[in-house]
């Protein structure tokens, strides 16, 4: 079983528009982060936003905002105000355990998104 | 921010030829690396986690005869892709990540490693 699903091969967004793009996980471990990140046609993956399984709040930084709904195992990402720079794949990632541990990333199969003038 | 430098950017060689690709963490110590290894329009799968001073962990489907990996200090590994033939042509790239520490991983810039 797929232990991270974004079920969006691809998505379409204005510019200035909010977009959600989702992502869902499957693990029994009490302790886990998840994250996102982007990667434009260069190659480079630049981490956006973490969530740790604890936090209350929902993690946000500047227009990256994670939807974190625990019950539901899912860690939408919603990009607000939209721009062209945007434009890239995305990939939601989790990590199982605790900090201490190794713990690698899992990765989604990502989510290409584009925005359009 | 944290940065990781992975260097080559962009490898073309011949078949039999054997390719090293650095990775290294700039300004902080990381006892654990990632390698990943990405085909077109799929996603990063690992394949190996490098361990400072101990032995790698590959992950199932990987020959750690084929992809070698050395962590010799606490800022740099490298993965040795052996006798390389046109199937090991990929998008290659590291991680690390701050010791024992919730902090992201961060990413160096892939290798694109073309075997004609």
């Known amino acids: 079983a797929q232990k991270i699903t974004q079920t969006q091969p691809g998505m379409f967004v204005q510019e200035k528009e909010a977009v959600t793009l989702d992502c869902t996980y499957d693990t029994s471990d009490q302790s886990y982060g998840l994250f996102w990140y982007k990667q434009p046609s260069s190659g480079e993956m630049i981490f956006l936003i973490y969530q740790g399984s604890y936090d209350e709040q929902n993690a946000t930084e500047g227009r990256y905002s994670l939807n974190f709904q625990k019950a539901r195992k899912s860690a939408n990402l919603v990009i607000s105000a939209s721009q062209l720079g945007d434009s890239a794949m995305y990939f939601c990632a989790m990590r199982e355990g605790l900090g201490g541990s190794q713990g690698n990333l899992i990765f989604g199969k990502g989510t290409k998104l584009s925005v359009k003038p | 921010g944290a940065v990781v430098s992975q260097h080559p950017s962009w490898v073309i060689c011949k078949s039999g030829t054997s390719v090293k690709i650095e990775c290294r963490s700039l300004d902080f110590q990381a006892t654990t690396m990632f390698w990943y290894r990405q085909f077109p329009k799929q996603s990063l799968m690992l394949m190996a986690t490098s361990n400072e001073g101990s032995k790698a962990t590959y992950e199932q489907g990987v020959e750690k005869d084929k992809f070698l990996i050395n962590h010799a200090s606490l800022t740099l590994s490298t993965l040795t892709v052996t006798s390389a033939h046109p199937e090991d042509s990929s998008f290659y790239i590291c991680?690390?990540?701050?010791?024992?520490?919730?902090?992201?991983?961060?990413f160096g810039d892939g290798t694109r490693l073309s075997i004609l």
């Open positions: 991680s690390a990540r701050q010791s024992h520490s919730n902090q992201p991983q961060h």
